[in-house]
């Protein structure tokens, strides 16, 4: 299953493609409790046909009905949801408040290369801005040139940034990569099971889980890894997770792991060096052993631990600060 932003891109120009127009919707902020941050989108039809969510639930209802009454001005605008918001304005039963950028797009050569740059990005390309001028129907792409917030707001205008989706690379089955593949799309990423063994994953299913039966070292070598990608070896298998670290390496994958004792950390970085002739520079890339230091045994723990490890990293955080 593809992670939510990507499919909602990804129907959108299908939409275009149809000729039909629509509303896209992006979270800018929040205030308070909201099961969705800043940048999540919602993509919809005026029959009320979506793909995608603003607050997970509380104020699709109410936002489509309104759409479907054209109850918007067809221009770049910002709404509010919450109390104490600008019209249209309704209570969130979760609390909180949102403010949303809506955007009526139509079909045409200018909006089609739009939704083409925002899913070139989201699938790996380069990080993209999305400048969209409020009351007016202006939209424009650039290239990222330094490493921007989600969301920037000034001077009547909204700045998006748009990345490669969040993917969760899970080289081969296990009971904790079992776990982690829930935990990972529960958090929201894309989350794939690489691994060759029919008679091992034949019997599991998770739905939002992509299964890919090849071995997890080919699969990042035919370009399986992009910069929001987590690579995580969790089989205790050599045959398997060194070959996954040496390819894993010499991608742009932000996190790299493997799991195992301090001792078989250290004989897997000697073999690394000895047979895969990796650098220091590239086992530096390697959290082994894997995860924060919780104190985990049980499968569940251990993929906890790795799990927040990776949200540590995508926070910018290091290990003293926690």
């Not at 007016?136 to 921007?148: K, N």
Request: proline residues 4%.
């Amino acid at each position: 299953m593809k992670h939510l932003d990507l499919q909602v891109v990804q129907i959108a120009r299908e939409w275009l493609e149809q000729g039909s127009a629509f509303w896209l919707c992006t979270v800018v902020s929040t205030f308070g409790s909201s099961p969705r941050g800043p940048g999540a989108m919602l993509a919809a039809l005026p029959t009320g046909e979506h793909r995608g969510s603003l607050s997970g639930g509380c104020v699709e209802d109410d936002f489509l009905e309104r759409i479907g009454a054209d109850g918007f001005k067809r221009v770049n605008q910002l709404v509010r949801y919450g109390a104490g918001g600008l019209e249209p304005s309704v209570k969130l039963p979760c609390g909180g408040v949102l403010d949303v950028l809506l955007e009526y797009i139509e079909p045409g050569a200018e909006a089609a290369f739009h939704v083409q740059s925002m899913e070139q990005a989201l699938t790996g390309g380069e990080a993209i801005i999305r400048e969209i001028r409020l009351g007016s129907s202006s939209r424009t792409i650039r290239i990222e040139g330094r490493q921007a917030p989600r969301i920037e707001a000034f001077d009547g205008q909204i700045n998006v940034r748009v990345g490669a989706a969040y993917r969760l690379l899970l080289a081969g089955l296990s009971p904790v990569a079992e776990y982690c593949a829930s935990f990972g799309t529960a958090l929201g990423y894309e989350v794939i099971l690489c691994d060759p063994r029919e008679e091992v994953v034949g019997d599991f299913s998770l739905p939002g889980v992509e299964v890919v039966l090849q071995l997890p070292a080919v699969f990042i070598a035919s370009g399986g890894c992009h910069s929001a990608t987590a690579v995580v070896a969790l089989t205790h298998d050599p045959r398997m997770d060194d070959l996954t670290l040496m390819e894993a390496v010499k991608t742009r994958a932000f996190y790299i792991g493997a799991m195992g004792s301090e001792r078989t950390s250290i004989s897997r970085r000697e073999r690394l060096v000895r047979i895969g002739g990796l650098s220091e520079a590239e086992l530096a890339k390697v959290h082994a052993p894997i995860g924060l230091r919780l104190g985990s045994k049980t499968p569940a723990e251990i993929a906890i631990a790795v799990m927040a490890d990776i949200i540590r990293v995508t926070s910018g955080l290091g290990k003293n600060e926690l």
